[in-house]
């Protein structure tokens, strides 16, 4: 028999990894100042619009002037291995989400299945993986409110306005989350409906133009003008765009129906962005040349919609680009907090980042370490560097993820009952495991360091810190 944590987690041999006291029939769970519970408000609507809406923002709005200057139109074969590692991930994870349905996501299974050390460095470096893609999605921002004012005949030679403006929203999507998760999740719904809406009718008219049916038929490019290897190095930076779906079991901890409604979420955003990504990448290459429209750089997309459409075209792009970069930097931010909230809980961090506010029903003090640090990284502007660390982080949960499935089957502890179940799953599980590893590998190397530094300094925090708390004998 293990011993259970305050978060209700065990060790591996344990009999149940949540008491559940607070849950009530329909799903929804009181707030606590003791048990540090979380409403459960989002449904089904709002976990697709978590996922879809943080997935969305990057691999459409900022990235194909980027992918296509590194691998040509095979930037859309880059965005397909993107989506095959992402849906490889998303059953386990779907599976280990209805068993455990709790704030924290991958942390929460890993430390689980894994034990205490791999659950320490997973928990922290997401924390900091999360912090570098919101603030990866706030400087994109910042670029498109930017090019949005210009357009408007605002002038801003000399004005530090992108990370000006960066900075303002990422305080003030904070402070949105802050007053309550439900109003964070309806901003969420909102923008993605209107967003989709833009890009349905985008893409609807740029496929048929580049096809010919009105307009002048483009000339194909050659599909890998780089060779083969860019593909593959392409689809590391762009993975930043296929994060939504893990963030979605970040917050499992106010999703109602959790059952039902994880993996229809998880699944269901992955393959809806999969095929917006690869339209994009076809209409924009197709209208421009991989070329010019790398010339173009994070706002290329604005360039193909004003072929399209003229310069109202550009207008409506450009507010979608607002949208989707709003839509993903909100989304970051709750699991963000969702992922300290977690760690909190199972003392890596100090216990007071898992106070609830009574109030409003949200994690108040994680809301400020998801917050905080994303304003310094702002500053540094990288964007390329900002994404592929997200995404080397992200890598790592996912394919320990995959691990702590094969595990949870092999051991099949009394309380483990997901209401989901992946088929063939060591060959599912094994293989995700394997494409999240194996992608790291063609990252930049600058990236690789500061993941590794990051992952070290987990590690390093769970010596000192985890060990004073006497963790070990907790899970």
């Not at 709002?46 to 997935?55: A, Q, V």
């Not at 494409?435 to 590998?441: E, H, T």
Request: negative net charge; glycine residues 12%; charged residues 10%.
């Amino acid at each position: 028999m293990g011993t259970t944590n305050e978060a209700g987690g065990t060790n591996r041999t344990g009999e149940t990894p949540e008491s559940a006291s607070a849950t009530v029939e329909d799903g929804s769970a009181s707030v606590t100042e003791e048990g540090s519970e979380l409403e459960r408000s989002i449904g089904l609507v709002g976990g697709l619009s978590i996922g879809i809406g943080t997935m969305i923002g990057a691999g459409i709005f900022v990235f194909p002037g980027l992918a296509a200057g590194r691998a040509g139109p095979a930037a859309a074969g880059s965005f397909a291995i993107g989506a095959v590692i992402a849906l490889l991930v998303a059953l386990p994870a779907s599976e280990l989400a209805t068993a455990m349905p709790k704030s924290g996501g991958g942390y929460y299974y890993i430390s689980r299945a894994l034990g205490t050390l791999p659950g320490a460095v997973v928990g922290i470096s997401i924390w900091l993986g999360l912090v570098f893609a919101t603030a990866f999605y706030l400087v994109s921002f910042g670029n498109y409110a930017a090019a949005l004012l210009s357009e408007g005949g605002v002038n801003l030679a000399g004005l530090p306005i992108v990370d000006a403006l960066a900075l303002v929203f990422g305080v003030a999507l904070t402070a949105l989350n802050l007053v309550g998760t439900e109003n964070a999740a309806k901003l969420q719904n909102y923008v993605v409906g209107l967003l989709l809406t833009i890009l349905v009718l985008f893409l609807s008219y740029g496929s048929l133009d580049v096809l010919g049916v009105f307009g002048t038929e483009s000339t194909p490019e050659q599909f890998m003008p780089f060779g083969p290897m860019p593909m593959f190095t392409t689809a590391a930076l762009v993975f930043t765009s296929y994060l939504g779906f893990a963030q979605v079991a970040t917050v499992a901890g106010d999703i109602k129906n959790p059952g039902r409604n994880l993996p229809l979420a998880m699944v269901g955003s992955v393959l809806t962005v999969a095929v917006l990504y690869v339209a994009t990448i076809f209409v924009a290459t197709s209208a421009f040349g991989s070329g010019p429209l790398a010339g173009f750089g994070e706002t290329a997309i604005v360039e193909v919609a004003r072929a399209f459409f003229g310069d109202a075209g550009a207008l409506a792009i450009l507010l979608g680009g607002l949208l989707a970069t709003v839509s993903s930097a909100n989304a970051s931010i709750l699991s963000t907090s969702r992922a300290v909230f977690a760690v909190s809980k199972d003392a890596l961090l100090p216990t007071v980042a898992s106070r609830v506010n009574l109030q409003y029903g949200t994690p108040h003090v994680a809301l400020s370490m998801a917050g905080g640090p994303v304003l310094v990284l702002i500053a540094l502007g990288e964007v390329e560097v900002l994404a592929e660390v997200a995404s080397f982080l992200h890598l790592i949960m996912y394919g320990l993820m995959c691990v702590a499935l094969i595990v949870m089957r092999r051991d099949e502890p009394e309380w483990y009952d997901p209401d989901f179940r992946v088929p063939a799953h060591r060959l599912v599980a094994g293989v995700g495991a394997l494409a999240s590893f194996g992608l790291i590998a063609f990252m930049q190397r600058e990236s690789q360091i500061v993941g590794v530094a990051i992952m070290l300094g987990a590690a390093g925090w769970y010596k000192y810190y985890a060990a004073d708390v006497k963790l070990k004998g907790v899970l």
